[in-house]
């Protein structure tokens, strides 16, 4: 089984960047498909990006589009979300879900993940 640790949020102001990181730990990267996903108060759990296990297939969601990029480096075991444009609704706890899949795709709904982070909180202010 995979262990998933993300680092990297914190504070940042409107317009700013951050990139988040994401070590995996426990088996074999590349076996997995990895997602961003995240979760204001009182919200319900929001898929950000998703990457296949090489990376050759990515996708975002809308709020994401044009402003975040997945990448992983399987070679050193760590994803990461690099955002930019940063928006005060951007702010979250910012989660790293993997599940173990050998296809070309990405996964959109977090009822898909069966391994998790414990979230890294990003906060943006106006």
């Known amino acids: 089984q995979v262990q998933l640790v993300e680092s990297g949020g914190g504070l940042a102001q409107a317009g700013g960047s951050l990139r988040l990181s994401c070590a995996a730990s426990?088996?074999?990267?590349?076996?997995?498909?990895l997602g961003w996903l995240r979760q204001a108060p009182g919200k319900e759990r929001e898929f950000v990006a998703g990457?296949?296990?090489?990376?050759?297939?990515?996708g975002y969601g809308d709020s994401a589009k044009g402003r975040f990029t997945i990448s992983r480096d399987n070679a050193k075991n760590t994803a990461y979300l690099q955002m930019n444009g940063l928006k005060p609704e951007d702010t979250a706890v910012y989660y790293c879900?993997?599940?173990?899949?050998?296809?070309?795709?990405?996964?959109?709904?977090?009822?898909?993940?069966?391994?998790w982070g414990q979230g890294t909180q990003v906060t943006v202010s106006s």
């Open positions: 879900a993997a599940i173990r899949a050998g296809g070309r795709g990405y996964y959109s709904s977090s009822a898909a993940y069966n391994f």
């Open positions: 990457s296949s296990w090489s990376g050759g297939s990515t």
């Open positions: 426990g088996d074999s990267f590349s076996r997995y498909a």
